[in-house]
C-alpha cells in the first residue's frame, strides 16, 4: 500500500467538521510561512503541539513524518548558519557561525515544524474522502477535485501494478545496477505501466459512463456544523487572530 | 525536489502561486470529464515514479517523469501535477501547503516548455529521432525544473545562494537518468501505444 495511515485514538479533534480544519490549516500555515518575528513563530509551534496533543494522534504517525521534513532542514542547517554574514556567535573548527545565520536556521526550522504537525493532526489524519469533500464546499474547481478524486483512486492501482511487474523481473532474476541494459528495462517496466494503467483507466471510464456519470460527485455523508465544532473553530480563530496581530502590530515580543 | 514549508519568502510564495494559478487555467479548460481519467492515470504514475528509486553508483534517486508528462499532457501538466503534489503533501508531507503554488510551478512548468520543444519531434517516423526527443524531454524539464528550484530558494535571500548551486549540481547525474529512462520509454510507447503519445488532451 502507498498510503500511510495515521493512527490515533477517537477525539473531539479527529471528529471535527474538516471544513473548518482545512481553512485552519490554509491561514496557519500562511501566516507561519510569512512570519519573520521568532515569537509568532515559537507560539505557533506550541499551538500546533497542543492541537496534537488533543487529537491523540499517536506518536509514531507523527514522529515518522517529522524525520523526513526535516531531512530538508538538516540540509539548510549545514549550510545557512556559515553562509550568512553577520556577528560571530561561535565557531566549529574552523567554520564560523555567525548569530544571524544561526537565528535564520531555527527560525526556518521552528516554521516548517509548526506548519507540519498543525497539517498532519487537522489534514493527514481526516482521510482523502472527507478532505475531497470540504475541498468541494470551499469554491475549488469542481474539475481538480475530480481530478484529485481519481488520482488517488489510481494511486493504489498503479502501485500495484508496478508491484507484480517488479516481482515477475524478481522470479526472472534481474538485479538493478548502474547500467545501461538497467535503464532500459527500467523504462519498459514504466512504459508497461503506463499502458496497462491506461488500458484500465479506460475501462473503468467506460463502465462509469454506462452507470449514468455525468461528472457530478455524488456525497453520502454531509457534514453537520454542530456546536463542538464552533468551539474548536472560534478557538482556532482567536489563535489566529492573536498570531496576526503579534505578527503586524508594533507589540514587542 | 520539493521545498519544505517555512523557507521561502512570501514574494516568492505569492508570485508563483499566482503563476501556478494561472497555468492551470488553460490547463482546466483542455480538460473535460471524457479524458480526466487518462490525465489521473498520469498524474498517479508521477506520483508513483517519484516513490520508486533507480540505482546510481553507491545511491540511489528518485525519477520524476514531467518531462513525459509534458510530453503527453501539455497544458493539463499543471493540474495533473498539482493534484498530484497535493496528495503528496497530505499523505507524506513532502512539501506543503504553502509551498504548493511554487512546487508546482517548478515541475509544470518546464513540463509545458518541453511540451512545445520536443514533442513534434515524437511524431517522426524514426526511431533514433523519437529516442532523441524524449531524451531531450526529460534531460532538460528536469534541468529546469532544478534551474527553478535554484531560482527559488535564491530569490528568497542571496544566503542561500550555496545551498541552491549544491541542489543544482546534484541534479546533474538525476538529468541524464532521467533522459535516457525517458528516452526509452516514449521508443517502447510508440512501438506498443502510439495514441498515448498523439497527445490525449486535444
Same mark, same amino acid.
Given at each position: 500500500?502507498?498510503?500511510?495511515?495515521?493512527?490515533?485514538?477517537?477525539?473531539?479533534?479527529?471528529?471535527?467538521?474538516?471544513?473548518?480544519?482545512?481553512?485552519?490549516?490554509?491561514?496557519?500555515?500562511?501566516?507561519?510561512?510569512?512570519?519573520?518575528?521568532?515569537?509568532?513563530?515559537?507560539?505557533?509551534?506550541?499551538?500546533?503541539?497542543?492541537?496534537?496533543?488533543?487529537?491523540?494522534?499517536?506518536?509514531?504517525?507523527?514522529?515518522?513524518?517529522?524525520?523526513?521534513?526535516?531531512?530538508?532542514?538538516?540540509?539548510?542547517?549545514?549550510?545557512?548558519?556559515?553562509?550568512?554574514?553577520?556577528?560571530?556567535?561561535?565557531?566549529?573548527?574552523?567554520?564560523?557561525?555567525?548569530?544571524?545565520?544561526?537565528?535564520?536556521?531555527?527560525?526556518?526550522?521552528?516554521?516548517?515544524?509548526?506548519?507540519?504537525?498543525?497539517?498532519?493532526? =487537522?489534514?493527514?489524519?481526516? +482521510?482523502? /474522502?472527507?478532505?475531497?469533500?470540504? *475541498?468541494?464546499?470551499?469554491?475549488? $474547481?469542481?474539475? &481538480?477535485?475530480?481530478?484529485?478524486?481519481?488520482?488517488?483512486?489510481?494511486?493504489?492501482?498503479?502501485?500495484?501494478?508496478?508491484?507484480?511487474?517488479?516481482?515477475?523481473?524478481?522470479?526472472?532474476?534481474?538485479?538493478?545496477?548502474?547500467?545501461?541494459?538497467?535503464?532500459?528495462?527500467?523504462?519498459?517496466?514504466?512504459?508497461?505501466?503506463?499502458?496497462?494503467?491506461?488500458?484500465?483507466?479506460?475501462?473503468?471510464?467506460?463502465?462509469?459512463?454506462?452507470?449514468?456519470?455525468?461528472?457530478?460527485?455524488?456525497?453520502?455523508?454531509?457534514?453537520?456544523?454542530?456546536?463542538?465544532? =464552533?468551539?474548536?473553530?472560534? +478557538?482556532? /480563530?482567536?489563535?489566529?487572530?492573536? *498570531?496576526?496581530?503579534?505578527?503586524? $502590530?508594533?507589540? &514587542?515580543? | 525536489?520539493?521545498?519544505?514549508?517555512?523557507?521561502?519568502?512570501?514574494?516568492?510564495?505569492?508570485?508563483?502561486?499566482?503563476?501556478?494559478?494561472?497555468?492551470?487555467?488553460?490547463?482546466?479548460?483542455?480538460?473535460?470529464?471524457?479524458?480526466?481519467?487518462?490525465?489521473?492515470?498520469?498524474?498517479?504514475?508521477?506520483?508513483?515514479?517519484?516513490?520508486?528509486?533507480?540505482?546510481?553508483?553507491?545511491?540511489?534517486?528518485?525519477?520524476?517523469?514531467?518531462?513525459?508528462?509534458?510530453?503527453?499532457?501539455?497544458?493539463?501538466?499543471?493540474?495533473?501535477?498539482?493534484?498530484?503534489?497535493?496528495?503528496?503533501?497530505?499523505?507524506?508531507?513532502?512539501?506543503?501547503?504553502?509551498?504548493?503554488?511554487?512546487?508546482?510551478?517548478?515541475?509544470?512548468?518546464?513540463?509545458?516548455?518541453?511540451?512545445?520543444?520536443?514533442?513534434?519531434?515524437?511524431?517522426?517516423?524514426?526511431?533514433?529521432?523519437?529516442?532523441?526527443?524524449?531524451?531531450?524531454?526529460?534531460?532538460?524539464?528536469?534541468?529546469?525544473?532544478?534551474?527553478?528550484?535554484?531560482?527559488?530558494?535564491?530569490?528568497?535571500?542571496?544566503?542561500?545562494?550555496?545551498?541552491?548551486?549544491?541542489?543544482?549540481?546534484?541534479?546533474?547525474?538525476?538529468?541524464?537518468?532521467?533522459?535516457?529512462?525517458?528516452?526509452?520509454?516514449?521508443?517502447?510507447?510508440?512501438?506498443?501505444?502510439?495514441?498515448?503519445?498523439?497527445?490525449?488532451?486535444?
Amino acid at each position: 500500500m502507498v498510503r500511510v495511515e495515521i493512527k490515533s485514538k477517537d477525539s473531539l479533534l479527529l471528529r471535527l467538521d474538516t471544513r473548518i480544519g482545512l481553512i485552519y490549516v490554509v491561514l496557519f500555515s500562511i501566516i507561519i510561512a510569512v512570519s519573520d518575528k521568532i515569537s509568532v513563530v515559537a507560539f505557533g509551534l506550541l499551538s500546533s503541539f497542543f492541537l496534537f496533543l488533543f487529537s491523540r494522534i499517536r506518536w509514531f504517525s507523527l514522529l515518522h513524518r517529522l524525520v523526513f521534513v526535516n531531512i530538508f532542514i538538516a540540509f539548510l542547517w549545514l549550510i545557512l548558519p556559515f553562509s550568512m554574514p553577520g556577528e560571530l556567535f561561535f565557531s566549529i573548527w574552523k567554520f564560523n557561525v555567525t548569530k544571524e545565520g544561526f537565528m535564520y536556521s531555527l527560525l526556518i526550522t521552528l516554521k516548517c515544524n509548526a506548519i507540519v504537525i498543525t497539517s498532519i493532526t =487537522l489534514l493527514s489524519s481526516q +482521510g482523502i /474522502f472527507r478532505l475531497v469533500h470540504a *475541498l468541494s464546499h470551499l469554491k475549488i $474547481s469542481n474539475k &481538480i477535485i475530480y481530478l484529485f478524486f481519481l488520482l488517488y483512486r489510481y494511486v493504489d492501482v498503479v502501485w500495484n501494478e508496478y508491484l507484480s511487474i517488479k516481482r515477475a523481473l524478481q522470479i526472472r532474476g534481474f538485479k538493478f545496477s548502474t547500467s545501461l541494459h538497467s535503464y532500459k528495462t527500467y523504462a519498459y517496466v514504466l512504459a508497461t505501466l503506463f499502458v496497462r494503467s491506461y488500458n484500465r483507466a479506460e475501462n473503468v471510464h467506460k463502465a462509469m459512463l454506462c452507470r449514468g456519470f455525468n461528472g457530478k460527485f455524488w456525497i453520502l455523508n454531509h457534514f453537520k456544523l454542530g456546536y463542538k465544532d =464552533l468551539i474548536i473553530g472560534s +478557538g482556532m /480563530f482567536f489563535n489566529i487572530l492573536f *498570531l496576526t496581530i503579534v505578527q503586524w $502590530s508594533k507589540i &514587542i515580543f | 525536489m520539493h521545498i519544505a514549508e517555512g523557507v521561502l519568502s512570501a514574494p516568492v510564495l505569492i508570485s508563483s502561486a499566482a503563476i501556478t494559478v494561472s497555468g492551470c487555467i488553460p490547463g482546466l479548460r483542455k480538460l473535460d470529464y471524457n479524458n480526466m481519467p487518462r490525465v489521473a492515470v498520469f498524474s498517479s504514475a508521477f506520483f508513483v515514479a517519484s516513490l520508486i528509486h533507480v540505482p546510481l553508483g553507491p545511491t540511489s534517486v528518485h525519477l520524476l517523469l514531467n518531462g513525459l508528462t509534458g510530453v503527453i499532457l501539455g497544458w493539463a501538466s499543471f493540474p495533473a501535477l498539482l493534484v498530484a503534489l497535493f496528495l503528496q503533501a497530505v499523505l507524506f508531507q513532502f512539501g506543503g501547503i504553502t509551498t504548493l503554488g511554487v512546487n508546482t510551478l517548478n515541475m509544470a512548468l518546464p513540463a509545458v516548455i518541453v511540451f512545445y520543444l520536443f514533442s513534434p519531434l515524437l511524431k517522426k517516423k524514426s526511431k533514433v529521432l523519437v529516442f532523441i526527443g524524449g531524451f531531450s524531454a526529460g534531460f532538460v524539464a528536469i534541468f529546469l525544473s532544478s534551474l527553478l528550484v535554484a531560482l527559488s530558494l535564491f530569490f528568497t535571500g542571496k544566503v542561500f545562494l550555496n545551498a541552491a548551486r549544491f541542489i543544482f549540481l546534484t541534479h546533474i547525474p538525476v538529468m541524464f537518468i532521467e533522459g535516457v529512462i525517458t528516452g526509452f520509454i516514449v521508443v517502447f510507447l510508440r512501438k506498443v501505444k502510439p495514441a498515448l503519445l498523439e497527445g490525449i488532451v486535444k
